[in-house]
Each structure stands twice: as structure tokens, then as C-alpha cells.
């Protein structure tokens, strides 16, 4: 087989595609110098939510004020379990109508409060806020004030399937404290029917909380009563209604 031999055109065409090979290669190999395109900016995070809820509180008693209602949103704990001591937030609340202790306690995410006590057949409502949580626990808490150291409320109870237009409603009981003796006698209560003390640190009673076993008054016969048979608490003692708004 001979040789081939390229005539001189064909070698200046062999050569001018041989160049072109080198000049691309070459460009390939400064693709490292070129700038690096910048990055974008991550998007701005989406502006907060406000999940909003309507809280509205009747009092279905004869003649027992309710001290001014405490609203509480969280995501852990209780404000109170039955059979176990009462926190002194929550003796504060059951002997002197004081929510303070209770709306900072460290669970709390969003609190509120009523604006005044509430008479026996009114109401209040009481509008809280709480930003990105639809996953919340709700709990409420009021003393009745013409006793020593009874309470009702709602503890704890979910908002996870409560919806924006969404209600619910439920009736709460009586309960007791345990920190200070039933005695009902003049200048242990602070309602209208007494006038007397509010909180006492001193624990004398059973010192754990449980259903409010009912009042028992001069009219019933013991003797040390200030109050009479209006006051009597006939379960349950207050209509709570919750409504999302937004």
C-alpha cells in the first residue's frame, strides 16, 4: 500500500484545522477565569400570621362575682391538676382573684385579661392574639369571690381543630384549691358578701386541688358563715364560648 501524501493545499488545510482545534482548547481551559455569576438573594421570610380568638365568659350563678378572667395560650402544662397542690400563682388566683402570677408563668405565650369582674348573669368577651401557633392549648381561670378559695375554668384544652369562623362551647364546674379552710367567716373572702382577705400564703386545708365540695352557709347552719343560701353553687358555674376570628 503506498503513502499518502497531502499536496500543499491540503496540508494548509490540515493546518488551519489543526489551529482551530488548539485556539478551542485553549478557550476551554480559561473557563475557569470567568467571573462567577452572583448569587440571588434568599426571599424575604413570610410576614407573621395572627391567629386571633374570641373568648366569651358568662356567669351562670345566683350571687358569686367572678374576679376578673385570666386568658392564657401555651404550649405545655397545666395551670392546675387535680389532686396535686396548687402553684402559688394559682393559690393567688383562688383566694384573691389576682391572674398576674399566672399570665407570666413561663409557659405562656399570649395572655389577656378581663376588664372587670364579672356579676352573676353577665358576660365578657376577651379577644387574645397569637402569631404562627394554630397549634396552641387555651386555658381560663376565675375565682368566685364570695368564697375562700374557689375557682372554675378551662385547662389546657387544644385549638388545633379550631378553624377561622369555628366555636365551641362548654360549661366548667366549681373547683377548690386546697390552700385555705371553707370557713366562710368574716373577713376571710374578698367578694361583696365579705370584704375581706384575699390571698394568705398560709396553707390550711387540704393543700390539693379538687372539686369544690359546695358552700355551706349560715342558712345551712354553720354558724361561722357569713353568707347565706344565695351564695350556694349549683354546677356548672360558667358558659365559656371560643371563637377563632382570623
Request: hydrophobic share 40%; glycine share 10%; net charge negative.
Amino acid at each position: 500500500m503506498g503513502i499518502y501524501i497531502p499536496n500543499r493545499q491540503q496540508s494548509l488545510r490540515l493546518l488551519a484545522i489543526a489551529g482551530l482545534v488548539a485556539t478551542l482548547t485553549a478557550c476551554g481551559s480559561d473557563s475557569d477565569d470567568l467571573p462567577t455569576p452572583p448569587v440571588p438573594p434568599a426571599p424575604p421570610p413570610p410576614p407573621p400570621v395572627d391567629v386571633s380568638y374570641d373568648v366569651t365568659v358568662t356567669n351562670l350563678t345566683n350571687a358569686q362575682p367572678l374576679s376578673p378572667v385570666a386568658v392564657v395560650l401555651h404550649d405545655e402544662g397545666n395551670l392546675w391538676t387535680i389532686g396535686e397542690s396548687a402553684s402559688v400563682a394559682l393559690e393567688q388566683m383562688a383566694e384573691g382573684g389576682d391572674t398576674a402570677e399566672l399570665r407570666a408563668l413561663s409557659v405562656v405565650l399570649a395572655e389577656a385579661s378581663g376588664a372587670a369582674p364579672i356579676g352573676p348573669g353577665g358576660s365578657e368577651t376577651i379577644s387574645i392574639t397569637i402569631q404562627d401557633n394554630e397549634m396552641a392549648n387555651i386555658s381560663i381561670t376565675t375565682m368566685l369571690v364570695n368564697t375562700n378559695d374557689a375557682f372554675t375554668g378551662l385547662n389546657a384544652w387544644s385549638l388545633a381543630d379550631l378553624a377561622v369562623g369555628d366555636s365551641w362551647t362548654t360549661v366548667t364546674r366549681a373547683y377548690d384549691a386546697g390552700t385555705e379552710a371553707n370557713s366562710e367567716a368574716a373577713g376571710t373572702m374578698p367578694g361583696p358578701a365579705d370584704g375581706g382577705e384575699g390571698f394568705n400564703a398560709v396553707r390550711d386545708d387540704a393543700d390539693f386541688v379538687a372539686l369544690h365540695p359546695g358552700v355551706v352557709t349560715g342558712d345551712d347552719g354553720l354558724g361561722s358563715s357569713v353568707l347565706t343560701v344565695l351564695h350556694k353553687i349549683d354546677n356548672p358555674v360558667v358558659r365559656i364560648t371560643i371563637t377563632r376570628t382570623e
